[in-house]
């Protein structure tokens, strides 16, 4: 209790502390909020338990300095300790489609690609995206024979290829949506699913998202 104190009360991004405890013994506690560092991960040379938030261990020695420099040592196996970027989990490049495909030609195809939303694009510039939902709905309103761009969602959510995984779970889960259009400069360079950002930040393994693995668009359907 008292290390997660002191950690939220400095909005430390981590934290580890050693006790000295009676009869020459350690307790070292471990507390982690980012992704990029798991306290299980960081204990676990020293027989510690715990999980990726919190961890500790319970030691037969007081060497406190020799522990410390092994926790040390621990964080240089790591490396750059860093917040993973959506473009370190990104999917690219990016299926599309052409803003004049007749919606009725992307419905007979969509059951056979593993999509339940495709990004619209005219030159490599991101100009709406449209899901199943939308598709059924221009179904029943007897407009299958429009083209994309007339049904498609145009106020669509994007990020950048720079923005923190985390951040952009937080975009999509704010928003409801399983993905999002990452675009640099205007232009589209990948998609991200909420699945994928997951399984990234706290090692889930659920099966995956049926868009991180799309089947390729034929090219006459390309944008």
Known sequence: EL?????RAEG???LVVIFVLPGERLQVVARSHVPWLSAG???DPLG????HGEAEALLPTSDATAIKRRLLDRLGEAGTLRPQRVRDVMTTPVHTIAADLPVATLRDHLGEWRHTGVPVARGGELIGIISRHDIEEAERAGRLGEPVSAVMTRDVLTTG????VEEALQIMTKADIGRLPIVDDGRLVGILTRTDARRLLYGERAPRHQDTEPV????SLAG
Not at 48 to 51: T, Y
Not at 216 to 219: Q, V
């Open 12 to 14: 430390l991004d981590a």
């Open 161 to 164: 290829s720079d923005t923190d």
């Open 3 to 7: 290390v997660e104190r002191a950690l």
């Open 48 to 51: 510690g338990s715990g999980h």
């Open 41 to 43: 991960w960081l204990l």
């Open 216 to 219: 390729p668009l034929p090219p």
